[in-house]
């Protein structure tokens, strides 16, 4: 068995708030006169907004920030930071800037929120990025991430609800940390498991953006606390419907046996409850269900890519070390917005 939890209560990307909450309190925000050089705001449910500033140039925004979901501050910096970079590269944009967003208690130990500010800044670094400032405040808890600012081509910038007929998925992580997490919490991750996944958490996306970009993607969000089913329903937002295939999604297959076990999550339950009616499971295990359902924190890029290019990009991101998969494809329209296959 772990060691007594004392840092890490539940957190990344499963502490954040449901789809459905989220959905009725955004859509009765007040909306003033659409600005033409916002190009994308909160209205698409996007990754992050995008602010035109010549025909050349858009300024990406993002922010984001959890409590944490491992033990290790250091590894919970890394991940909270690489999770926030991940919107820019969803975008298919370029980090140039971030700030520190920090809430933590006045009695806990300095030295941890130094790991966690740590592991953060060099994940900024990595990305490429200036760490510029933050904000920090007093709280009962702690919690961590960035605001980061970036750049991108207009012309060339990818939505994540623009995606067409035909076009293949591509996905760049394995599935299953948010159930490896809660597994780890009660003492029941399988040896290792964790740290894969931490490994995985860790990993930015900017690879396999900048791959990406060499090649016809027509939509892109990254995997998060909606799940899989989740931003693949905000993909094809009432355009088009879905098909995946279960055989061919990389995952933990640790998480599979752990679902089994019946460690799961309630971020993945609301992920369900919220997508009822528009997923039909064609001879799906439950334990299948539950990972496509799974909140994952700093997930991977899920791409939609023209039926031509798809091939080609799977093989350049394969050869520059990204374990990519084409997990279906987008259809015409269906009774049935997603369908999942073995």
């Known amino acids: 068995m772990s060691e007594p939890i004392v840092f890490c209560k539940g957190g990344g990307c499963t502490a954040k708030l449901g789809p459905g909450v989220l959905e009725r309190v955004l859509s009765r925000l007040p909306q003033g006169e659409r600005d033409p050089d916002l190009l994308i705001g909160f209205e698409s449910k996007d990754d992050a907004a995008v602010y035109r500033v010549s025909e050349e140039l858009a300024i990406v925004q993002t922010l984001d920030f959890f409590p944490p979901m491992v033990e290790d501050p250091y590894r919970f910096g890394q991940i909270a930071a ?17 700030l520190n967003i920090v809430c933590f208690p006045e009695k806990m130990d300095l030295n941890i929120l130094g790991r966690i500010l740590q592991g953060g800044a060099e994940k900024v670094q990595e990305a490429g990025g200036s760490l510029v400032g933050g904000h920090s405040i007093a709280d ?21 609800n623009g995606g067409q007929v035909g076009d293949q ?45 060499d090649f016809a993607v027509h939509a892109c969000t990254d995997v998060t606390g909606f799940g899989l089913l ?7 937002d009432g355009r088009c419907s879905a098909r995946i295939r279960i055989r061919q999604v990389p995952h933990f297959p640790e998480a599979l046996a752990c679902a089994d076990e019946f460690l799961l999550t309630a971020a993945a339950q609301r992920n369900r409850n919220f997508l009822a009616g528009k997923v039909r499971f064609e001879g799906v295990p439950f334990a299948w269900e539950e990972l496509l359902f799974d909140p994952q924190t700093s997930g991977g890029l899920l791409a939609a890519v023209a039926p031509d290019e798809a091939e080609a990009a799977l093989t350049a991101l394969r050869e ?3 374990n990519a998969r084409c997990i279906g494809e987008l259809t015409a329209p269906q009774a049935v917005e997603l369908t999942v296959e073995q």
């Open 230 to 236: 989740g931003h693949l329903h905000e993909m094809v």
């Open 82 to 98: 690489a999770n926030a970079l991940s919107d820019v590269y969803a975008m298919g944009g370029e980090v140039r800037t971030a």
């Open 320 to 322: 520059r070390g990204v």
């Open 140 to 160: 009962d808890g702690v919690k961590y991430g960035l605001s980061v600012m970036g750049f991108v081509d207009p012309r060339r910038m990818w939505p994540n």
């Open 169 to 213: 998925l591509i996905l760049t992580k394995p599935l299953g940390v948010g159930i490896l997490c809660t597994a780890a919490r009660v003492g029941e991750a399988p040896s290792g498991a964790l740290e894969a996944a931490m490994d995985s958490m860790s990993a930015l996306n900017r690879t396999a953006s900048e791959v990406l970009r």
